[in-house]
């Protein structure tokens, strides 16, 4: 009798298990890939966007515009003119918003000096204070203090609708501005002193 090694037949009733089995696992794959790829696009749908000629402003569709038109409050000012938007009932609150933004950026390049080309922020708006903490926890690992940050390796103002203020956001648009400007950019503590030089003299 010879003998030689053979490869056992696996019974059919094991074969038919192992393909349930990988089929199985194949739905889930199927399923948990359509439901990050959900989750993700829901949370590309819970924000807006608008934008100005400086400023690229993606908020969440919770935030209320007009609360942020109202804290925007640029009535002492002899840089924004309104645009006639009393006469335009047809002009919606980002419009509005839009052009105090561009309104604010310019005076912060007058009060800098600093013009530099093809300048342009995004703005990021939350309507609580926790998502900004979370945002800024997770760029930089450590608890958040501030009411906004703007962060230069993305070029974005982060900011909370309860908190902002024309002041805050000069501040935080001269800091862009700073950054665009300099080749070699000078230390921080400067940078923080110009910046909080836009913010003191804004309504000179
Ligand atoms: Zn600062």
């Known amino acids: 009798m010879s003998v030689g090694f053979i490869y056992p037949e696996e019974p059919k009733a094991t074969k038919d298990l192992k393909m349930k089995v990988i089929k199985y696992l194949i739905l889930i794959a199927i399923i948990c890939l359509s439901i990050s790829a959900k989750s993700a696009y829901s949370q590309e749908e819970d924000r807006s966007f608008f934008s100005s000629k400086y400023c690229s402003v993606f908020y969440g569709n919770d935030v209320d515009l007009r609360k942020v038109n109202r804290r925007l409050n640029l009535g002492f000012s002899n840089f924004y003119n309104p645009r006639g938007h ?7 609150t980002a419009d ?27 703005i990021n708006i939350y309507k609580t204070q926790k ?7 997770e760029f930089f690992n450590e608890p958040n203090k501030a009411v906004s940050f703007y962060i230069y390796k993305t070029n ?3 900011t909370v609708e309860s908190q902002l203020t024309e002041n805050i956001l000069a501040h ?10 300099f080749v070699m950019l000078p230390p921080r503590k400067i940078q923080e002193m110009l910046a909080v030089y836009v913010d003191v003299h804004l309504k000179d």
Do not use: W
């Not at 009393?86 to 919606?92: D, H, L, R, W, Y």
């Not at 509005?96 to 005076?107: C, E």
């Not at 998502?131 to 926890?137: A, G, I, M, N, S």
């Open 86 to 92: 009393k006469e335009s009932p047809g002009i919606s």
């Open 96 to 122: 509005i918003i839009a052009d105090k933004l561009d309104a604010i950026f310019n005076k912060a390049e007058e009060i800098l000096d600093m013009h530099p080309a093809r300048i342009h922020v995004a």
């Open 156 to 158: 974005t103002i982060y």
């Open 131 to 137: 998502e900004l903490d979370q945002v800024y926890e």
């Open 172 to 181: 935080e648009m001269a800091h862009c501005i700073i950054d665009c400007y």
